[in-house]
């Protein structure tokens, strides 16, 4: 590293000790973003990295609660500048012998705590959908393995619920499914007879339930569709990308008892694991089609001592080093305590709540989101609360009629959500007397 980078990341590290924070519109920091003419390029440096400090909102502070991720933490800060000094592509173990050692370390340790058997896989991609979207391949090429040369002549069936996340459709759309072979149901109401009644009308390739919605955090289950699933071979996704963190916590693994019996689970370490962005796993049962869905002959880049070659069972090339971030940490941080705060602060956040008659729990079973509003709300003002906390340095999320807030930064606690619920009914009692 040279004298030069040296003092540069002094300039960017003392631009990040600035806690002058300012959330603008699109349009105010277009008029805002300019730059003096003339500057030398030490203090033209400066000045747009201070810009950029100012101007950007700080996920690492207690006022953070909108969003399914945080700040990261401090061993996944320095891993990404590991990652980023020696910016290597993970595409062949040659290239990247020790990172691709790393991914593959962790994701045999993961699978060993979701109970998998021997044969099993897994791959670290670019996000959580992309999973998911990797994984509708992997069922598609089991029940079709032929669409890998030919295509398919004909529409097939994805089957998940009204609460999924969008990922299942946009899947659907870069397969060339397209959105409308897209069934969604509640998993709550419908019977397994209406259930298989579905499956029999329609081509259904895979189910995808989640663990851990975005908007509620509930878990969803499929154990009373079993029967039909095996019956009809459908494969079955878990999106674990929010709540597949219990398998960290010795204390809530039981959560993911399940995951043993699905076919491939999405899982987001960036998420409530608080890992940098952004660190994406997604675990196969059956391994062996991660490879056989996606490898072509590539004989300039795999040869054949190519057993460890990550890229044969992706449909990347580039690829970064997202599987070392979590292997590092693992080394070096507690997870095992991240992933247990994230569900017990929140049962205490609950609680607070259920105390406090100014609000009110709209999702109580949920399990890593404390869902919440004003007893006194009035419609459609979650929106205009939002903002206005936002010009205040507080980010909270809204969905519908209720605020969802998630705790992933370590040292939110009680008296900082405390304080926010009351900025929160401060805001409310001005739009009221408007």
Known sequence: MSAELRKKIEVVLTALQNEDHEYCSFKELDK???????LSKEDKFREVVETVCKYTIDTKSKNWIAKLYGGGSEMSFVAEMIIAHFNQNCHTYRSSPFFTFAEEQIIKKIIGYVGYGEGASGIFLPGGSFCTYIGMI?????????????????????????NSH???????IMMGM??????????????????????????????NSTMG????????????????????????????????IALFSTKYRYLTSSFKHADSITI??????????????????????????SRVTAPYLFHKDSQYDVANRSFQCGRRADGFKLWFCDQLDDLDAQATLIYDRNARFKKMIADDPRFENVEKDSMTHCCFKSVSAEEGE???IMNALLKEGISIEYHKDYFKAVAVNSDIDE???GSILERIFAAHERLSQK
């Open 32 to 38: 805002r973003v300019v730059f003096e003419e003339g």
């Open 138 to 162: 992997c069922a598609r090429y089991k029940k079709y393995p032929a669409s890998k040369r030919t295509g398919l002549n004909h529409s097939i069936q994805v089957i998940t619920s009204v």
């Open 166 to 172: 969008y990922s299942i459709d946009k899947g659907a």
């Open 178 to 207: 397209g959105t409308d072979n897209v069934i969604k149901i509640d998993f709550d109401t419908i019977t397994p007879q209406e259930f298989e009644d579905i499956v029999v009308r329609n081509n259904v390739f895979m189910i």
């Open 213 to 244: 919605t975005t908007s509620e955090g509930i878990m969803e289950s499929v154990e009373k569709f079993a029967k039909v699933l095996k019956k009809y071979n459908i494969w079955h996704h878990v999106d674990a990308c929010v709540g597949g």
């Open 268 to 293: 987001d370490c960036h998420k409530c694991l608080n890992l940098n962005q952004q660190c994406s796993v997604l675990l196969v049962k059956d391994g062996e089609l991660l490879g056989d869905c």
């Open 382 to 384: 979650n929106h205009e």
């Open 415 to 417: 008296e900082s959500f």
